[in-house]
């Protein structure tokens, strides 16, 4: 018998699965995977997370901070333009955080995989079910019985469903979700560069979509983050080397000076999904599963660790896994912070996007108010580095 069974084993699930542990140490938890959890660490997919400052303080507890700081790029100031306009919006580290100094770290998905991967695996509290995959689940009044597809049978108090956001586990229990096609794709690789990022992250809304330029540890590499419409975005895709250089040079306006694309290019389409309710007898979406917001601030992954928080502060706070109490409450506080990401997130990707010459005035003129009135830039900083 598991106190947790946890429905896949990537990022989400595998945080979740620490965080639990870390907070209540003798819980035992399942995690069911369909890769191979246990023989394959996860290769670069050209992904990067901004962690935030306040997720960071997570990755401290679970232990997996000390190892990805070899890697990770920090974040001590994020500058934000809109194209051809005299205003800027610049959030500094160090009006928030003077010890640290910083707004958060970029980090490459695999590596944080990989870290936690390794972590999970060194778990005595933590049994793996891989490759695995469930075949039925049967709400019982004490508890979760799971069934895999090897015909193992597995019982719990609770579940967790980690299984993404094309979740299938919500499709099958018939939860609304609410879709939005953004028909945007990112397109993301890495590159090095003539001038030294000074560990500034980039934010630029130009004709066409956005551009993140993201600093790496090295002071001459960075992660880009390009987001135009579908056709758009397939056309610059299939570019030559060199006028896919050319094209991301102007969208660069010359901050980093000459450049060069030192790894492959990935592409992916933007969609966001919102599930009606976040739980479903004595089940509980976590991470994409529940929420998958557009990537134009890069709180996805926090979004998800903020949820898994919420819920291990329930536990310790002496909540009955599976009891329906503890469950609403979940429900309701993890349905609240989502849906202000999830607003945010697509309110700025729709500000960002319109070709209309009266909001681009006011949007220009917003950036320059809010930097110039440092209590309101502070709201702004503290949202943008999760404190």
């Known amino acids: 018998m598991f106190d947790v069974i946890i429905i896949g084993g990537s990022f989400a699930g595998m945080t979740a699965a620490l965080t639990l542990i870390d907070r ?9 995977e369909k890769n191979d959890l246990k023989n394959e660490e996860k290769e670069v997919d050209g992904r990067s997370y901004a962690i935030s400052a306040k ?11 000390e190892e990805l700081q070899k890697y990770c790029g920090k974040i001590s100031d994020i500058k934000i333009t809109d194209h051809n306009s005299p205003f800027f919006l610049d959030f500094i580290g160090s009006e928030v955080d003077e010890e640290e100094g910083q707004l958060g770290q970029i980090i490459e998905n695999y590596r944080i995989y990989n870290a936690l991967r390794k972590k999970v695996l060194n778990c005595d509290n933590i049994t793996i079910y891989a490759p695995n995959s469930y075949e039925e689940m049967e709400f019982l009044d004490e508890g979760v019985k799971v069934i895999l597809n090897d015909q193992k049978v597995l019982e719990s108090k609770l579940v967790l469903a980690c299984d993404g956001r094309f979740s299938e586990i919500r499709k099958r229990y018939h939860i609304h979700t609410a879709v939005k096609n953004y028909h945007q794709k990112a397109i993301t690789f890495a590159i090095k560069h003539e001038k ?13 979509g956005p551009l993140a330029i993201l600093p790496f540890k090295d002071q001459n590499e960075s992660s880009i983050v390009w987001i135009c419409k ?8 299939e570019l030559d080397e060199e006028n896919f250089k050319d094209q991301l040079l102007k969208k660069m306006e010359n901050c980093l000076g000459d450049v060069e694309v ?3 290019k990935f ?13 479903h007898e004595k089940l509980l979406l976590i991470g994409d599963a529940s929420c998958g917001v557009h ?12 949820n898994i928080e919420i819920l291990a502060d329930l536990i310790v706070q002496g909540g009955d896994l599976g009891d329906e109490s503890l469950i609403l409450e979940f429900n309701k506080k993890a349905r609240i912070e989502a849906r202000k990401m999830l607003v945010a997130t697509d309110v700025l990707n729709s500000i960002f996007e319109t070709k209309s010459s009266v909001v681009s005035v006011a949007r220009d003129i917003g950036l320059g108010v809010i930097n110039k009135l440092p ?9 943008a580095g999760g404190f």
């Open 267 to 279: 592409m992916y389409p933007l969609i966001m999904v919102e599930a009606e309710k976040f739980y």
């Open 196 to 208: 030294k990022h000074e560990n500034v992250a980039y934010e630029k809304f130009l004709p066409g």
């Open 262 to 264: 030192i790894s492959e």
């Open 375 to 383: 209590k309101l830039k502070k709201i702004f900083i503290k949202s």
């Open 55 to 65: 997720s960071l303080q997570l990755f401290k507890k679970i232990g997996i901070y």
């Open 24 to 32: 209540v140490k003798e819980m035992k938890i399942a995690i069911i």
């Open 295 to 306: 990537p134009i601030a890069g709180q996805g992954f926090n979004l998800a660790i903020v």
């Open 230 to 237: 579908d056709e758009l975005g397939e056309a610059i895709f």
